[in-house]
């Protein structure tokens, strides 16, 4: 690591400072006050192309930071909702605070109960299910032209055969998705959601992406041969969080819903063999009901961990984010985001844009109204 680094930074643009420590492996602090109060470690932190990166946060509301030093200054970016964002950050230390981690409305909104993630669930298992003040509805744009970009991986041979009329059309996409691109949870996102834009991406890391960008692809592959289906950000109790899930609902051509995890090459059946869709899969996670993989299920070719998932899903199973514009480009950019929260959900120390986005109806959310 550059020397230069060490020491605690801090840009007045938005109240921001970064401590960073003389330590192998890596260590920073982040705070969101001048005084150093209320830090707390980024979620992740390397080293990449002569860049510091550290990421905070997840789901919507994850940053990644790249910067270095420049002139006395760290000076670089950050990317967030696919911008990249100017940052300048100002020496005001050589000597790094080491704080402790405090709750406060800046950095904690709801901090999680040291409690069982299966309790927390069941907890909050319902929805009160009013309606939103702010109508709206879910829209899929289908049949968009197919990239060009496709061909190079046998495209055609995988939709060859079938019409948009035929379930198996899905299973055969997730097939191509899988096929070809793999998960890696630390490679990041590229600017741009289009198919074409998170193919590239592939390429120049490894032919792999994060979950979100799986999900996004195949969704939108999926519309591309008029199947509805859009990604769904599967997170957990606490906000901010570390860590999320992302996953692709799909209505397929015979009406039935199904969840596609494209990390996992999976989807689930149910112990009558009817498949599983999102909303499904967390009453069956609260009820402790029995769900299967299909035989294909791995993670990036080797073994599946059914019960790693469970766990897994039950800690990320406890709120949904969506958009309610799905298309190809607008994924991560939807005209209006939409959060299902459960009843009883502290969301008073939330902001007012953040508390515009929340629906507490699931029938509204899942797009099943009337």
């Known amino acids: 690591?550059?020397?230069?680094?060490?020491?605690?930074?801090?840009?007045?643009?938005w109240g921001e400072t970064i401590n960073i420590f003389d330590e192998e492996p890596l260590r920073m602090k982040i705070s969101f006050s001048l005084s150093g109060k209320y830090n707390f470690e980024p979620n992740r932190v390397y080293e990449k192309d002569d860049y510091l990166c550290f990421e905070i946060n997840g789901g919507d509301q994850r940053k990644v930071y790249h910067v270095r030093y420049v002139d006395g200054f760290l000076k670089g970016y950050y990317i967030y909702h696919g911008k990249e964002i100017p940052a300048t950050y100002e020496r005001i230390s050589e000597i790094p605070e080491d704080g402790q981690f405090e709750?406060?409305?800046?950095?904690?909104?709801?901090?999680?109960?040291?409690?069982?993630?299966?309790?927390?669930?069941?907890?909050?298992?319902?929805?009160?299910?009013?309606?939103?003040?702010?109508?709206?509805c879910i829209e899929y744009k289908l049949y968009e032209p197919i990239p060009d970009i496709l061909?190079?991986?046998?495209?055609?041979k995988y939709i060859e055969g079938y019409t948009s009329t035929d379930d198996r059309l899905a299973f055969s996409l997730l097939d191509f998705v899988c096929d070809h691109f793999g998960h890696d949870g630390t490679s990041g996102f590229p600017k741009g959601c289009r198919v074409e834009d998170i193919i590239a991406y592939c390429e120049?890391?490894?032919?792999?992406?994060?979950?979100?960008?799986?999900a996004i692809l195949l969704a939108a592959l999926l519309r591309m041969n008029g199947i509805k289906a859009s990604h769904v950000t599967c997170m957990p109790y606490e906000d901010p969080f570390d860590d999320c899930h992302v996953v692709t609902d799909c209505i397929l051509p015979s009406g039935a819903r199904i969840m596609f995890d494209p990390t996992y090459r999976l989807y689930l059946r149910d112990s009558n063999g009817e498949y599983v869709s999102l909303q499904r899969l967390r009453k069956m996670l609260i009820n402790g009901e029995m769900y299967y993989p299909n035989s294909e299920a791995s993670y990036n070719g080797g073994r599946f961990d059914l019960d790693f998932q469970?766990?897994?899903?039950?800690?990320?199973?406890?709120?949904?984010?969506?958009?309610?514009?799905?298309?190809?480009g607008y994924d991560d950019n939807s005209k209006r985001r939409i959060e299902l929260i459960p009843s009883n959900y502290p969301i008073d120390n939330f902001s007012d844009q953040r508390r515009s986005e929340f629906v507490f109806c699931e029938s509204e959310f899942w797009g099943l109204m009337p």
């Open 1 to 13: 690591m550059d020397k230069r680094l060490v020491g605690k930074w801090y840009t007045a643009d």
């Open 103 to 136: 709750f406060n409305p800046h950095q904690m909104v709801v901090p999680y109960p040291d409690v069982p993630r299966i309790e927390i669930l069941k907890e909050y298992a319902e929805y009160d299910n009013r309606q939103s003040s702010n109508p709206y």
């Open 151 to 156: 061909q190079k991986y046998d495209y055609k």
């Open 204 to 214: 120049n890391h490894n032919g792999k992406i994060n979950c979100r960008g799986l």
């Open 310 to 328: 469970r766990q897994y899903m039950i800690k990320n199973a406890f709120r949904f984010s969506r958009g309610t514009f799905c298309a190809d």
